[in-house]
């Protein structure tokens, strides 16, 4: 059953229950009040006969007796009137009744004996009527009854007019609320089925640019809408980072077998180098041992790198703690000289930063600095030199590597922090290309930002700016 169907039988459920309510509670009162009517003009002419009857009082020879009016007067063409005594006798009666008279039975004697007037029902013929029946007094005792009689007939036929009316219009206003109702769920429902089909449409041609067109109110569908559409946003980018993210890792893995492949070529080749000429040339022996051994060196520094790489694809969040600045360029100092190889190679610290602190994991930060370093060294010709540059600023603390090397091509700016990336020009110089990619990511760790400015032939400067550490 769809929901269309659900909320047109739910709508008109409840609008029928509605008007058979509204039906039984117009019958009903209306039965009452007519009903009603009929008892006040039967009272109502019973009070117009008792205050017309003379009481002749007892003579010596002659009882108590009660002198009535013509009852035809009281009488009208629907009414009838009949008098009867104690015991049940006709009295009188009005010429409407013809030969017929007003059935009476004992109960109705009995009940009269005790001085009170009541109503009563009775059939008289075919029809059915109503009943005032008013016990007549002598000197408080019960002498007589007076019945006034309606028939019931006329106001049973309205009624029954009015019931056949009733259930007619209410079926003719529970098919228009079927109607209506079927229509207003199809005009509620439309855009569920535009999101239905949407999705359907995106499914089978998995475009994932394409978004429900809707231009209703921003009641629930609007917002539901209005969601889907922000979904389906967030899904194309969510798309669009994946499919980007399987293109890198299909560069970055054919990128590594490349680098991984030249080094065990030379290896390889050094190694049936040594079993055919090693015994005999131990010179080329040796030679080829150094190659091997250099090979490994530089394949061990790339998995090494990899497996930065790795863990910060993984996820991987660096715990961070004070670290005293000076100190920190100390030791990455005594390093970097050991990596200078005869090029002028200087460490300029500010006064005013040599009590600073930053907040950092030392051992990333020092492998960041001398990655930039050690990149300054390969791309710097003798006799070129290198700084290591440290100020502090009111943000926080920058540290710049300058060096006068071969420098960048404009073009390549945008690239150098991509995995495996290497210019025309370092192409020479060796390395794997991951350096700089390891040494964006620890500054992103160190909610640091590293920028380069670099003009071909003069040098680079890249600087890596530390947020402000504030002590408590």
Known sequence: MTIRLKLTLWYSTVVSLTLIAFSIIIYTF????????I???????AVGVIRSIKVVEPGLLKPQKFVLPDVDVFGY???????VDINGNLVAKSSNLFNDNL????????????GKSFYGWLELGNQRMRIYNYPLLAENRVVGLLQVGQPFSGVQA????LRWLLWFMSGLMILAAGTIGWWLARAALRPVEDI?????????HLDLQQRIAYQGPKDELGRLVETLNNMLDSLEIAYQKLAESHEAQRRFVADVSHELKTPLTTIRGNIDLIRRMGDQHPAIRQEAMDDIASEAERMSRLVLDMLVLARADAGLTLPLKPVALEKLVQQVGRQAKLLAQGLDFKISLAEDCRASMILADPDYVKQLILILVDNAFK??????????????????????VKDTGIGIEPSELAQIFSRFYRSDQSRPVGGSGLGLAIAKWIAEQHQ???LVNSRPGEGSTFTITFPKYLPN
Do not use: F, W
């Open 30 to 37: 209306l039965s009452y009040s007519l009903a009603q009517e």
């Open 39 to 45: 008892d006040r003009d039967l009272a109502g002419r």
């Open 77 to 83: 063409p629907n009414t009838y009137l009949q008098v």
């Open 103 to 114: 059935p009476l039975s004992r109960a109705t004697l009995h009940q009269s004996k005790n």
């Open 158 to 161: 309205a009624l029954t007019r």
């Open 196 to 204: 239905s089909q949407t999705a359907t449409s995106i499914r089978h």
């Open 379 to 400: 791309y710097t010709m003798r006799p070129g030199s290198v700084e290591l540059l440290v100020h502090c600023t009111p943000d926080g603390v920058q540290i710049q």
């Open 448 to 450: 640091a930002t590293i």
